[in-house]
């Protein structure tokens, strides 16, 4: 096994460990805090998630120009002083972003809770996008280790003081929003520990280096409101069941959205270490490690769907008044597969080769489509189970769009795969929504059974090219 190989099961398994963990976390959330908080407090905590996630925006790609540009470097070959001066510069214009959506919100909210969120939604862009360059470089740079801890101690304190709030009786969403504040400054300060060499330096050395974070931006803005513009995709639906239904329904379809994402955390731990890795692999071998990667991903995860069934039946008697909510796990939980193959593969290929407007000009054409079938079903039908459904309608079709154009610059054929994957989503939903369980389970599992046949030649050749690479 060559050194290649050794660090990325190295970095691998820092990262798989990490996400494990996270996917406990997770799985405790989701379960307990439902379950003893109200189902409108409920929804005020997936209101500020659902923000919050947005906040990567405000830093208009400035990491992700420096992602994009730097990473594959070592970190030790970086300019200290030049990521000093950026690092306090992004910190002085998050400031004032911060300082003016707390001055419009207070201004023009007149709900006290949601005045709350826009207000403490500033407070976590702040420390959201400063950490985020922080760790952009620990990535970049092959520093999984440091990048998994800092991602697992933001998981770990939060999910340790939401238990507490939780078990010395306090209910109140704020406090929850507050948790997940202290979690992410807490991983703040242990990421500039990390960076110190670009953190702490004498003020002497700052200097406003405007070119430089032009440059920065003009290279990340693309691969920026691509991320967005992939995020507004199911963010769009899921603002205009907001907008249609109530608070309550929301955060019942959030939690069915959290249930149906759980999967991702095996594919963010490929994904972390495969960025650095690419960008130092020769660009022939790009379409055999597709290939490759690409039958490790989607075997199991079509077969780990299977996993819906026992949920299906567990989660509606844990949490009886989401029981309403729950039924529609059928229609998203498919959602992994294609969110899945964009994260790990077909994002990371682009990114590798620059098409970072080719990811823009995707994405934006699948928020298009979202926002259509967003007013078609939310605002003239009101119907929340094709509002819902849409959702992997989208993901399936950004997917397929995506596929083939990477194909096309790899030389490699998807078409079979393509199909055989929508094939075995078609039948997932089919089974789980109109059968019961254990029929459902039957069909999807035979289902199952072929699409193994019929790709059991691509599941030998890849064995095979990982022995030789491993061994390499």
Partial sequence: MNNKAITFIKNFSYTLSSNLISLIISTVLI??????????????????????????FLHFG???????????????????????????????????????????????????????????TALCMLIVNVRLMLLFVLEGTNRIKEYAQITLWERVIYCVLILCFLLIGIREFKLLIIADIIGKFATLLYAAYCCKEMVFKKISVFYFNIKEMLNNISVGIKLMFANIASMFIIGVVRFGIE???????????????????????????????????????????????????????????????????PLSVILPAWLPQYKEGLMFMALLFPM??????????????????????????????????????????????????????????????????????????????????????????????????????????????AGYGLYLF??????????ILVKQMTRG
Avoid: H
Wanted: net charge positive; aromatic share 16%; glycine share 6%.
């Fill in 454 to 463: 019929f790709q059991r030649k691509a599941i030998k050749a890849s064995l």
């Fill in 336 to 445: 992994c597969i294609y969110e899945g193959k964009m994260a790990l593969l077909i994002n990371t290929y682009l990114k590798t080769l620059r098409k970072e407007k080719l990811m823009l000009g995707i994405n934006v054409a699948s928020v298009v489509l979202s926002i259509i079938l967003t007013l078609l079903f939310t605002l003239a039908f009101k119907n929340l189970s094709l509002a819902i459904v849409s959702i992997v309608a989208l993901l399936a079709f950004r997917s397929a769009l995506a596929e083939f154009y990477l194909s096309k610059f790899l030389q490699v054929s998807v078409f079979k795969d393509t199909f055989l994957e929508m094939a075995m989503t078609v039948i997932f939903i089919f089974a789980g929504w109109f059968m019961a369980s254990w029929m459902g389970l039957m069909v999807y599992l």
């Fill in 31 to 56: 379960l307990i805090v439902p379950k003893l908080i109200g189902v409108e407090d409920y929804g005020y905590w997936q209101l500020y998630l659902f923000y919050s996630s947005y906040v990567g």
């Fill in 243 to 309: 907008r249609t239904w109530d608070v309550a329904t929301f955060g019942k379809v959030s939690l069915v959205l959290s249930v149906s994402s759980l999967m991702m955390v095996f594919i963010n731990a490929v994904g972390i270490v495969m960025f650095p890795v690419l960008r130092r692999t020769s660009e022939e071998k790009l379409p055999t490690i597709f290939t490759a990667m690409r039958i490790f991903l989607m075997v199991p995860l079509l077969g780990l769907l299977v996993v819906y069934y």
């Fill in 62 to 120: 400035w990491n992700d120009g420096i992602y994009l540009r730097y990473g594959g470097k070592e970190y030790k070959d970086l300019n200290k002083e030049l990521f000093f001066s950026q690092f306090w510069m992004l910190v002085i214009f998050q400031v004032i972003i911060g300082a003016v959506i707390i001055g419009i919100s207070t201004i023009f909210s007149s709900d006290a809770n949601r005045l709350f969120i826009f207000n403490i």
